[in-house]
């Protein structure tokens, strides 16, 4: 059971785009949705994260949009710049516990100059 | 100490034989996690410390892997009589305790083991 789905699994635009990547979880336990971005053969780093309290997240160029009653979340990157390609993953978690992460299956993101 | 390290990078080997991948926290991370990554996928959770008490191991750990952190620093994954679908890159991740309640606190992830085997 897969309980973050991600989409798109590619995208590719031009340099000044708005890629959008979107999220959908089953799981109404979770309280933490974080974007993380990983490059070839590094590990994933934290972009920015959210709590369903709250409809918007930004920081920099990039934002969070979160639907609590759809249960979907998507990341928009504003301006995107050649450096901004990477694979991004979506993620959700629970407090207490363990607190580990549910990844999606990544979005591979490529923007042409 | 600038991050979470991981050895080796890179490990071949041989079906059937015994390969240990080591994990260095943030040292005043009192929280270590591993998780796997196959191509094309998200990492997925496998076993996690708090300190050197292992609390949670995910279905995905057969009784072919072991994780220790014994002085609740560093921490080895052991995988016995590898197999092929053993193949995957071994994430290993600190953090505080509650991060969760922090937003942009979050896991610190290290680059990782690539483990081929052949």
């Known amino acids: ?113 | 100490d600038t991050g979470v390290s991981q050895n080796p990078r890179h490990k071949i080997t041989k079906r059937g034989q015994n390969v240990t991948f080591r994990c260095d926290p943030i040292s005043e991370h009192n929280r270590l996690y591993w998780y796997r990554q196959t191509l094309g996928q998200g990492p997925e959770f496998l076993t996690y410390f708090q300190n050197e008490a292992q609390l949670e191991k995910s279905r995905l750990l057969s009784d072919r892997f072991s994780a220790e952190r014994p002085k609740g620093s560093f921490s080895t994954l052991e995988i016995q009589r590898t197999e092929q679908g053993d193949s995957a890159m071994y994430l290993c991740a600190s953090s505080p305790v509650r991060w969760a309640s922090h937003l942009n606190y979050g896991y610190t992830f290290g680059s990782g083991t690539r483990l081929t085997v052949v």
């Not at chain 1, 928009?76 to 050649?82: K, T």
Request: hydrophobic share 35%.
């Open chain 1, 1 to 113: 059971q897969q309980q973050v789905k991600q989409s798109p699994q590619s995208l590719i635009v031009q340099k000044g785009g708005i890629p959008i990547i979107n999220c959908a979880y089953e799981n109404t336990a979770f309280d933490y949705f974080p974007w993380y971005q990983q490059f070839p053969g590094k590990g994933p780093a934290l972009l920015i994260a959210i709590r369903p309290d709250v409809s918007e997240k930004k920081e920099g160029r990039f934002t969070i949009s979160f639907n609590k009653s759809a249960k979907q979340f998507s990341l928009h990157i504003m301006d995107s710049q050649p450096g901004d390609s990477a694979t991004y993953f979506c993620a959700a978690s629970m407090s207490g516990g363990s607190e580990k992460l549910v990844f999606g299956k990544g979005t591979k993101l490529t923007v042409n100059p």
